[in-house]
């Protein structure tokens, strides 16, 4: 009996020093001082198990594509000449953001703001008059089409370009608070109300405080403190998806890729998938059904009684139609989708310098930065609506670089001769400052604007029965998943050297 109790404490006394040793903590390898250790000082390495997927969110892994037509230019605008660029990975948006995913939004700006600020309210409200004809009658649609629940789950309308933006704000924050309350950091609070409420900026500086129920371990004091960017949790900003992130995720030509090892792509796109027709090939019950919802002809919205071609005369709810290769819906009809890019008519295509404008590009940067305090360096107070002040960068802080020299870059290489330093709207050109780029095609067009090459612009201010929006994020990290690293990795025969501090 006494032999098996010693065997059994010796037993648990063995695996008690492995597992001490398993958690010998990690030092540097450049200076071998141990990270998340009080007594060296406690500089933290966080154990990040990389960016989790937002709500409603999809993975569009990055690449190289040509981004422009892929079909005929019947309009003769040459407004998207055909070239290569590079789209870093990012996330989009599986759907088209829904009435009831915006009524949700227009109830908390009421719940927080109202009382006081009821003009932030009316700001964020949809024109439900975009319905409205001349010569029609729509009179049901201003009245139904955005508060009843039948079309909760059709896409948003008449929302411009503004209101879309600060949606992407709003979401961005209730995301991240969520993720807050979910791994037991904050308690929910549902009393917010006017500057007191959760914002991701205030909060990482320390202007909105929460109610606590356990915050994150310090390493250096051995105390507690507030989660911060470096610890991996919050997510970056929801945004609307740059032209070229929104062109390539809608092409999807990762479905013609030849295999995961070669860099070829048997076939380009017209649509959104494959075959230069609207309608589904296969032999089966699907044969003949359209693939989006779009307007076959003059007149023709649907088809005919008993033969429905679309199922459609108007948008269709988000998760109908055909998902493309990346399980996106209704990149192609349904509505066209606002992108965060200023519209010019001419590309960048024989314009690309040392500037890198074939990778991720993108025509719209308002440079910014966050308003400090002159005598302490840090952020000054947050104004009214709970949100940290940002100023234009000024240009003597810009002299010296050769990255931009300018705040704002909306006429670089804008392809106007005679508007060296700015887009003289309504003198040289009817396209202004304010003009913002819409993708896709919508139920209301013919099938050309379904090829995601296409585009077309609409004043920011402006709102339409066809035209809505989805968001994106921009992916950290490795471009395929956390659980493969960025960059490529060879085995070698040469022998490990034990570094001197492991």
């Known amino acids: 009996m006494k032999k098996t109790l010693i065997h059994g404490?010796?037993?648990?006394?063995l695996v008690f020093m492995l597992a001490s040793c398993g958690r010998k903590s990690e030092s540097s390898t450049t200076t071998g001082w141990k990270?998340?250790?009080?007594?060296?000082?406690?500089?933290?390495?966080t154990d990040y198990e990389g960016q989790e997927t937002g709500p409603n969110l999809v993975l569009i892994e990055g690449g190289t594509y040509t981004m422009g037509l892929t079909d005929q230019d019947v309009t003769y605008e040459w407004n998207n000449?055909?070239?290569?660029?590079?789209?870093?990975?990012f996330y989009m948006d599986e759907t088209e953001v829904r009435n009831i995913d915006y009524r949700e939004y227009l109830y908390w700006v009421d719940r927080v703001y109202a009382a006081t600020y009821p003009e932030v309210w009316k700001r964020a409200l949809p024109d439900t008059l975009v319905w409205r004809s001349e010569l029609a009658y729509n009179e049901p649609l201003v009245e139904y089409y955005f508060r009843d629940p039948d079309y909760d789950e059709y896409p948003v309308v008449g929302v411009n370009w503004r209101q879309a933006s600060e949606y992407c704000k709003w979401r961005s924050d209730r995301v991240n608070e969520m993720i807050l309350v979910k791994r037991g950091i904050i308690d929910p609070n549902v009393d917010q109300k006017n500057e007191n409420n959760f914002n991701t900026d205030a909060y990482l500086v320390g202007q909105y405080e929460p109610s606590v129920r356990k915050n994150l371990p310090d390493q250096k004091t051995g105390g507690e403190r507030r989660v911060r960017r470096e610890d991996g949790i919050l997510l970056p900003e929801y945004r609307l998806p740059t032209e070229a992130e929104w062109e390539y995720a809608a092409l999807s030509l990762i479905g013609n890729q030849a295999t995961s090892k070669d860099e070829l792509i048997s076939d380009r796109r017209i649509y959104p998938w494959n075959g230069n027709t609207v309608r589904y090939q296969k032999r089966n019950k699907y044969q003949g059904h359209m693939l989006a919802n779009?307007?076959?002809?003059?007149?023709?919205?649907?088809?005919?009684?008993?033969a429905l071609n679309d199922k459609a005369f108007t948008p269709s709810p988000v998760l109908s139609n055909w998902p493309n290769d990346f399980g996106l819906y209704n990149m192609a009809g349904n509505v066209n989708e606002w992108t965060a890019d200023l519209y010019r008519p001419m590309t960048t295509s024989d314009l690309v310098d040392s500037r890198n404008q074939d990778l991720n590009p993108y025509r719209g940067n308002i440079?910014?930065?966050?308003?400090?305090?002159?005598?302490?360096?840090?952020a000054v107070a947050k104004d009214s609506l709970g949100r940290l002040k940002y100023a234009l960068m000024d240009t003597t802080s810009t002299a010296l670089r050769d990255n931009y020299k300018r705040p704002e870059e909306f006429n670089y290489l804008d392809g106007d001769k005679e508007s060296l330093v700015e887009y003289r709207y309504g003198i040289s050109t009817l396209i202004s400052d304010h003009a913002r780029v819409i993708k896709g095609g919508s139920w209301a067009d013919r099938a050309f604007w379904l090829s995601p090459g296409t585009r077309r612009y609409l004043e920011e201010e402006k709102a339409s029965r066809t035209v809505g929006f989805r968001c994106s994020m921009t992916r950290k990290g490795s471009p395929t998943s956390n659980e493969e690293p960025e960059g490529n990795y060879f085995k070698t025969k040469k022998k490990k050297t034990k570094r001197r501090y492991d």
């Open 9 to 13: 404490l010796s037993f648990i006394l």
């Open 35 to 45: 990270y998340n250790d009080q007594k060296w000082g406690g500089f933290e390495k």
């Open 81 to 89: 000449v055909p070239r290569r660029v590079t789209v870093s990975s």
């Open 294 to 306: 779009f307007k076959r002809s003059g007149g023709d919205y649907g088809g005919m009684a008993g």
């Open 367 to 378: 440079f910014k930065t966050k308003e400090l305090d002159p005598e302490t360096g840090s």
